[in-house]
């Protein structure tokens, strides 16, 4: 299966600032990467869809330019958190399907990135 | 969205004990998919099952689904502290993209 890493893995920043979380599809060339956020003890919440060469997908409620994504190569895709508020901090991880051997019905998830927002 | 209910949603066993979370959704479905999540890190893809199939088994794992009651369960048997982890099922929206839609999950705590 695919190998996924996030970077960083935690990251703490001032309110109004920007951060970027790296998504990196290490052995894999994928076209789709898929950007989750989950607050404590929540479930997985489906942030947008991140599509090679094209504009990310973004589930309803998302606001697009808050969540800045750019896919701008195979391996790795980037979500940056614009203007950053404390509402803003938890959990964000990705994943792709397929790997090595083609596509997969299951996904392959990076470590998760933290995000404080103070 | 979510996809549906998973219960209980929290579920706290000794070792050596079997653990069993179950998972509901709403629309129809090709698969339904079990995850585990350790505290703070990412998601592990434990086992697939198929809509034809009704049972399926990897070592200490058990899973069921019925899809005339839109339901699913996952059996850990013989219980480790090192289960101790969230699991979520999860499945596919409708159409064909690739979104993965998670149940709320359990989280299981095996005291040793």
């Known amino acids: 299966g695919a190998v996924v890493s996030q970077h960083p893995s935690w990251v703490i920043c001032k309110s109004g600032t920007s951060v970027k979380i790296e998504c990196r599809s290490l052995?894999?060339?994928?076209?789709?990467m898929f950007w989750y956020r989950q607050f404590p003890k929540q479930s997985l919440m489906l942030m947008a869809t991140?599509?090679?060469?094209?504009?990310?997908?973004?589930e309803q409620g998302v606001e697009k330019d808050k969540f800045l994504i750019n896919h701008a190569s195979l391996t790795l895709s980037t979500l940056t958190v614009t203007s950053a508020h404390p509402e803003d901090s938890s959990f964000y991880i990705c994943?792709?399907?397929?790997?090595?051997?083609?596509?997969?019905?299951?996904?392959?998830f990076g470590p998760g990135t933290r995000l404080t927002v103070t | 969205s979510q996809q549906g209910e998973e219960d209980p949603q929290a579920l706290s066993i000794q070792e050596g004990e079997n653990a069993t979370m179950n998972c509901s959704y709403k629309?129809?479905?090709?698969?339904l998919q079990w995850y585990r999540q350790n505290s703070g890190r990412g998601l592990v893809h434990l086992i697939l099952?198929?809509?034809?199939?009704r049972e399926k088994h990897s070592g200490r794992l058990r899973v069921t689904l019925d899809t005339s009651k839109k339901s699913s369960s996952l059996l850990i048997t013989a219980s480790r502290a090192a289960d101790t982890a969230s699991y979520f099922c999860?499945?596919?929206?409708?159409?064909?993209?690739?979104?993965?839609?998670f149940g709320q999950g359990t989280t299981l705590q095996v005291k040793p």
């Open positions: 052995d894999f060339q994928a076209t789709t």
């Open positions: 991140s599509n090679e060469g094209s504009k990310a997908t973004y």
């Open positions: 099952i198929r809509s034809n199939e």
């Open positions: 999860a499945t596919y929206g409708s159409g064909n993209t690739g979104k993965l839609i």
């Open positions: 994943s792709t399907s397929g790997g090595i051997a083609g596509f997969s019905y299951e996904q392959y």
């Open positions: 629309t129809s479905i090709n698969n």
